[in-house]
């Protein structure tokens, strides 16, 4: 049954298809369920200026479809505001920050079909919109054009196809959950369904509160980057100037005027954004180079000084086009950045979009741009080595376990068993490792311990020689040397690395530590592709995923269930502290200055908390840092 709460009339109403109510009787029928979907439809797609003009909220039987231009619904505050009544969304995020934004409500005992049905296929590359679940689980052909005419609506009457729409997508969601409670069960997702629903509201506040960003500031360093691009263009022109093989590329001098074009006075011929024409400046020097934009480019970056001085450019370029006017783009109209994360990629991690805040360069210029109100500053805590020490609880690794507990610089352990007597004897006098195993500034030790770093940290991400040679410059033969020696000195970490690989070739998934087990799926595997000799690369895509995706995907848990953690604790004690972002192992928080000592004590606390879910040996801490802006 649909009823139609408003004070207008609605167009071409068929009384068969539904009736009229008030807004007390969504109080009555709501307040007695357990189990609700709710649904919105909006002027457009951002909360700051679009308003919301459609609350739809019921179950399989009976659903409210209310006109928000006309009927207020706080009386209903109470059923969204309790935990204890579930609350069917599908993608919550974007309901939650219009009901927060015009109707003062912050939903709680959210689940979201989409993130569910996520973490349920997660691998399988399948739609996960609405619509796409309705013909899943439904066999129902949803019909999206009548949700398009929504957008621009102001106070014209619903039409009653309108009205049916919103009401059939609370009762689809009712259903879908129902269906997907089936799968959950059968491969034992609880636990991360969970985390994934209680996390998702830390994700809406944050998308909701969004960052203070100084534009002037902005536009300063914008304005910087640009100057040092045409100073890297101008010496690449120079290096093709004084290179006989590139004179072909040298123009012609021409009489110039007061009208000439101003890039017409360069006398290289050369268009450095133009990856056709600097292909063919190379072929002259590397004659099998096949493009500029591959692997290829950082294979012979530290052999020819031209590429390497392009890659710089191409970085600085890039920095231009994407953090200069065109993130300014992404400005709401509150003045702040509200990034949208997608809360779950294959491997569980994180990431954001319009703007790419994920991907934001850790220099600190750029940070410092996003600035903590008056009053207020930002308290920010991250992992000290979150993923190492997964690697490390995971493969119960004598050594690293050691150096973690002991508060050793790893990455110089590490390095003093992979290179012996090299390392022995290449420290100076005043070593800082010798003295006290701690990260020393010796010359020669510095490069053996970046040696070794790489390929810590490149474990998490399943690096292999190929990529080990192109990172330090060294020859292939010598990367596989190095590899070899490392997991002699590891055989630990190799067990254990090997055990992830060949679960994941077996079974065709992998999945992450207790207590979410977190599970990825590999669409390109079959049950007899050990006995196939032409599916290797299948393999080995499989076996690098199955490496990296425990320990990223299990560091990805903990720092979600921090989010949780704090949301909580915010939210029960009204604290004056507000979640602002997240990159990665960091988690960022405005808070008002009075708070702030208590808030750090706590953060680390609740961080740390987390971490012990998971990585249950107690080694990895949380440090945290206060600022005015935001920092790295």
């Known amino acids: 049954m649909i009823v139609f709460v408003s004070k207008s009339v609605a167009s071409h109403i068929p009384a068969s298809h539904y009736q009229l109510g008030t807004i007390d009787d969504v109080v009555s029928y709501c307040i007695q369920k357990k189990v609700l979907g709710v649904d919105t439809e909006t002027e457009g797609f951002d909360f700051t200026c679009k308003k919301m003009i459609m609350f739809q909220i019921g179950d399989e039987d009976k659903q409210f479809v209310i006109d928000t231009r006309s009927i207020d619904i706080a009386p209903l505050k109470d059923i969204l505001e309790d935990k204890e009544i579930i609350k069917i969304f599908h993608n919550a995020k974007f309901d939650y920050k219009f009901i927060k934004k015009w109707a003062g409500i912050t939903c709680e005992g959210i689940y979201d079909t989409f993130l569910t049905e996520l973490v349920i296929s997660c691998g399988k590359n399948l739609g996960y919109a609405l619509k796409d679940l309705c013909k899943r689980y439904l066999n129902v052909d949803l019909n999206k054009e009548v949700r398009n005419q929504f957008v621009g609506l102001t106070g014209q009457p619903f039409r009653s196809d309108q009205i049916v729409y919103g009401a059939k997508d609370v009762e689809y969601l009712c259903k879908i959950k129902n269906l997907q409670q089936a799968d959950i069960d059968k491969y034992q997702l609880q636990n991360v369904v969970d985390l994934e629903n209680e996390a998702v509201l830390a994700f809406a506040d944050m998308e909701y509160n969004g960052l203070d960003l100084n534009v002037i500031e902005w536009n300063k360093l ?165 993923e190492l020490n997964v690697i490390a609880f995971g493969s119960n690794d004598p050594v690293w376990i050691n150096a973690l507990k002991n508060d050793e610089d790893l990455h110089s352990t590490c390095a003093e068993l992979v290179y012996g007597e090299q390392w022995m004897n290449s420290g100076e006098d005043d070593c800082a490792y010798f003295k006290r195993k701690g990260k020393c500034n010796c010359p020669s030790h510095k490069k053996l311990r970046t040696n ?136 960022d928080t405005i808070c008002r200055n009075d708070y702030v000592e208590d808030w750090s004590r706590l953060m680390k606390h609740l961080m740390e908390d987390a971490a012990r879910e998971i990585v249950t040996n107690g080694l990895l801490k949380a440090e945290v840092s206060v600022s005015n802006c935001w920092e790295k």
């Open 452 to 587: 070794v770093k790489t390929i810590n940290f490149g474990l998490a991400y399943g690096m292999g020689p190929n990529k080990l040679a192109d990172t330090l410059n060294i020859s292939l033969d010598e990367a596989k040397r190095l590899i070899e020696k490392y997991f002699t000195a590891f055989p630990a970490i190799k067990g254990f690395l090997d055990k992830l690989g060949n679960f994941g070739k077996k079974y065709g998934y992998i999945k992450t530590f207790p207590p979410y087990n977190r599970k990825r799926w590999f669409t390109n595997w079959y049950p007899r592709i050990w006995d196939n000799k032409s599916s290797m690369m299948e393999l080995g895509s499989i076996e690098r995923a199955s490496k990296n995706t425990p320990i990223q995907g299990a560091s990805a848990d903990m720092t979600k269930r921090a989010l949780v953690l704090m949301r909580g604790h915010i939210k029960h004690f009204d604290l004056p502290i507000k979640l602002v972002m997240t990159v990665h192992d960091q988690i």
């Open 222 to 386: 914008e304005q910087g980057n640009l100057e040092g691009a045409h100073k890297l263009r101008d010496e690449l022109d120079n290096m093709i100037s004084n290179d006989v093989r590139l004179q072909k590329f040298v123009k012609t001098y021409i009489q110039a005027d007061m009208f000439t074009p101003l890039e017409d006075l360069r006398k290289i011929d050369v268009k450095w954004t133009s990856p056709k024409q600097v292909l063919e400046l190379f072929q002259v020097l590397i004659p099998d180079l096949e493009n500029v934009n591959g692997k290829q480019m950082y294979k012979y970056r530290f052999k020819v000084p031209i590429i390497d001085k392009y890659v710089k450019y191409k970085e600085a370029m890039k920095l231009c086009t994407s953090y200069g006017d065109a993130f300014l783009k992404n400005l709401s109209s509150d003045k702040k950045i509200h990034t949208g994360f997608h809360q779950i990629l294959d491997t569980g991690r994180v990431s954001s979009s319009k703007p790419n805040m994920q991907q934001i360069p850790a220099d600190n210029r750029f940070r410092n741009c996003f600035t903590a109100p008056p009053r207020w500053s930002f308290v920010s805590a991250d992992y000290s080595s979150q």
